[in-house]
Structures are given as structure tokens and as C-alpha cells.
């Protein structure tokens, strides 16, 4: 276990709805990294943030925001929801004092229907 | 979004038999890392590699960073049945922010007892 844990594990949202998942980092870890994971395939960056500001962005339209907060946990908020935006989005938190190294929550599978 | 040519896409083989897979990307890369992906669960990482060249071991597992650090590989010997799973090779391209990991799709290994 990573010590990272994403909420909720499972949920279904119609499509134009907005959804809110959430993620708190391992302990001490003060980077989180979001990435969205379609069925069969690898993990896509979709954004970083580092000291409450975004400081890394993927290929992901607008729609796609986020936050951090002082205790380094995270949100990700997708709006107007579409049906290609069903996908497992998994939280992954690192740290300088940890070499930088990369560790993935178990994430939150998100259905549009 | 861009993605590491990652191969064979999927393995069939006998529990004892060692396992070859491997990544390449158009990039150079300052880091590699292997994950292991099990059903409904996130990424746990296997390896991580800093430096060109590097080999690393995990138990029966071994990498290395490819010289050209444009490539990567992962063996894996004496495979047991709970070696089944995804391996996604994933690396950090010179200038990515930290947690920005571009993920290869992915190696399905199954294991036959």
C-alpha cells in the first residue's frame, strides 16, 4: 500500500454533469500528479501541483481543473462531463525527500453515462 | 497524447519461464520506471532508473536504463503465477515537470501454473 488514497472508488455521473474526486497524498509528500486511464490503456498526465499551484499540464481541454491545499491533498474537478471521460483517474503524490519518486493511489473509477 | 512503444502487447507462458519486455520512445528520457497494474487497483512501481545505463534488480526482476536513454527493459525470471498483471514502462522526458510520466500500454503477462 502507497500510503495514497483516492476518493470515491466508484461512481456514475450523466453526461454535461461536473465531478469532484478527491486524493490525499502519502505522508510528507508536497507534489500530486493526476492522470486519467481509459480502459486498456496507459495512464495520461492531465496535470501536476506543487505548493497549491498547477506547475505541469497534459493534453486535457480546460474543462479539466484542479487544487491543492495546504495539507498537499488534491482535487480534480472535470466539468460538462462527456461520455469519452469514463475512465479509472488515478492520484499519484512524490517528493523531493522521498528521491522524487512516484507512487499511485488505487483511484477512482468515473462512468458517464 | 504521446506514449512509449512498449512490447509484446500481451505474454503466454509457462509458470518458470523468464519474461523479456521492452519500451522505446522517439525521446530521450532522465528517468525509466516499471509498474505493475493488477485488476481495479492502481500502479505499484517495480523499478526505477536514473541513470543511462543503470541495471537494477528487484528480486526476480531486472531493468535497465538504455544507454541511447531512449529505451528501457524489464525481465523477469523463474515467473510464478502471481506475476500476472500489467507492466507499463513509464519516463520522464527531459524538461517534463517531475510528476509528468509519459506510460507505455502496457504488457499483459499471464502466467500458466
Known amino acids: 500500500e502507497t500510503g495514497v488514497t483516492q476518493s470515491p472508488t466508484h461512481l456514475i455521473k450523466t453526461r454535461g454533469q461536473q465531478v469532484t474526486l478527491r486524493c490525499s497524498s502519502q505522508s510528507g509528500h508536497n507534489t500530486v500528479s493526476w492522470y486519467q486511464q481509459a480502459l486498456g490503456q496507459g495512464p495520461q498526465f492531465i496535470f501536476q501541483?506543487?505548493?497549491?499551484?498547477?506547475?505541469g499540464r497534459g493534453n486535457f481541454p480546460p474543462r479539466f481543473s484542479g487544487l491543492q491545499f495546504p495539507n498537499y491533498s488534491s482535487e480534480l474537478n472535470v466539468n460538462a462531463l462527456e461520455l469519452d471521460d469514463s475512465a479509472l483517474y488515478l492520484c499519484?503524490?512524490?517528493?523531493?525527500?522521498?528521491?522524487?519518486?512516484?507512487?499511485f493511489g488505487e483511484g477512482s473509477w468515473l462512468t458517464v453515462v | 497524447g504521446q506514449q512509449l512503444n512498449q512490447s509484446p502487447q500481451s505474454m503466454f507462458i509457462q509458470e518458470g519461464e523468464d519474461v523479456s519486455m521492452n519500451c522505446t520512445s522517439s525521446s530521450i528520457f532522465n528517468t525509466w520506471l516499471w509498474y505493475k497494474q493488477d485488476p481495479g487497483e492502481g500502479p505499484v512501481l517495480l523499478i526505477a532508473l536514473y541513470k543511462a545505463g543503470e541495471l537494477t534488480s528487484n528480486g526476480r526482476l531486472t531493468a535497465q536504463f538504455g544507454i541511447t536513454r531512449k529505451d528501457s527493459f524489464l525481465n523477469i525470471s523463474a515467473s510464478i503465477p502471481s506475476d500476472v498483471g500489467i507492466y507499463f514502462c513509464a519516463g520522464q522526458s527531459v524538461g517534463g515537470s517531475q510528476g509528468n510520466l509519459i506510460f507505455g500500454k502496457g504488457t499483459k503477462l499471464s502466467v500458466k501454473p
Open positions: 499519484a503524490s512524490s517528493s523531493p525527500a522521498d528521491g522524487n519518486t512516484i507512487y
Open positions: 501541483y506543487y505548493r497549491e499551484e498547477e506547475n
